[in-house]
């Protein structure tokens, strides 16, 4: 038979992080509180916010999810000059 642990008893153990990217902060919000459960969640608004926060850490999540259609800096198209 399993072993059931309490919420508390499993809260105090360490949890593996998870990065979530998503620009939607209704979308955002609802999946950190989802997984925060089961993960450590580090949430970001843009792939920008995202590569620093990596960057800053010790070491990366081995999860992340991420929103395919996160908005990207448009760049604008250069003319030559004549």
Known sequence: MASVRSAPERLAQPRAALLLVDDDPL????????????YA????ASRAA????VRSLEAPPPLALVDLACRRPRMR??????
Do not use: K, N, Q
């Open 27 to 38: 979308i955002a919000e609802a999946l950190s509180f989802a997984l925060g459960v089961h």
């Open 77 to 82: 198209p250069t003319r030559a000059s004549s």
């Open 50 to 53: 995202a590569i620093d926060l």
């Open 41 to 44: 969640v580090h949430s970001c």
